[in-house]
């Protein structure tokens, strides 16, 4: 796992979010809303968490903290695109758990993350052999 999120993994311009701002398609929750582009390149995060979410810079950075190391555990699974995400001012009461699990249900909506396999603590069913199927020899005979 890369932990690292380098300069190329970036939207940094100020043309770069116009961009994504004006051609991407958008999917919201209450916390943040995310802008998708779809490119060539690999997956790259963009941050808008403005005052009107919170006055405090702390919880601003804790929003932006929480959503970069999120991005970064899932970047290799994502589909190449510029990713820029919105925040709300609900997002500023939210836990770094709630945060990081909006993040990751909207990108399953939006198609840029696979949705997880269905997954559980039973074995896959097997067929059932029907009664008028003899099942030994002796029932056959």
Same mark, same amino acid.
């Given at each position: 796992m890369n932990t690292t999120f380098p300069r190329q993994a970036r939207v940094r311009a100020r043309a770069e979010y116009s961009r994504v701002f004006e051609q991407a398609r958008r999917t919201?929750? !209450?916390?943040?809303?995310?802008?998708?582009l779809s490119t060539e390149a690999p997956a790259r995060l963009g941050l808008a968490v403005s005052r009107k979410v919170s006055t405090r810079a702390v919880v601003r950075n804790r929003i932006?903290?929480?959503? &970069?190391?999120?991005? &970064? /555990? *899932? $970047?290799?699974?994502?589909? !190449?695109?510029d990713y820029v995400i919105v925040a709300r001012s609900a997002a500023a009461t939210a836990s770094p758990m709630q945060l990081r #699990? #909006?993040? /990751? $249900? /909207?990108?399953? &909506? +939006?198609? +840029? *993350? !696979?949705a997880p396999a269905a997954g559980g603590t039973m074995p896959p069913a097997t067929p059932s052999p029907s009664p008028s199927t003899p099942t030994s020899a002796a029932e056959a005979g």
């Open positions: 919201s929750d !209450p916390l943040f809303s995310l802008h998708w932006k903290r929480n959503l &970069r190391e999120q991005f &970064r /555990v *899932l $970047r290799s699974q994502l589909a !190449p695109g #699990t #909006t993040f /990751v $249900r /909207v990108l399953i &909506r +939006a198609g +840029a *993350l !696979p």
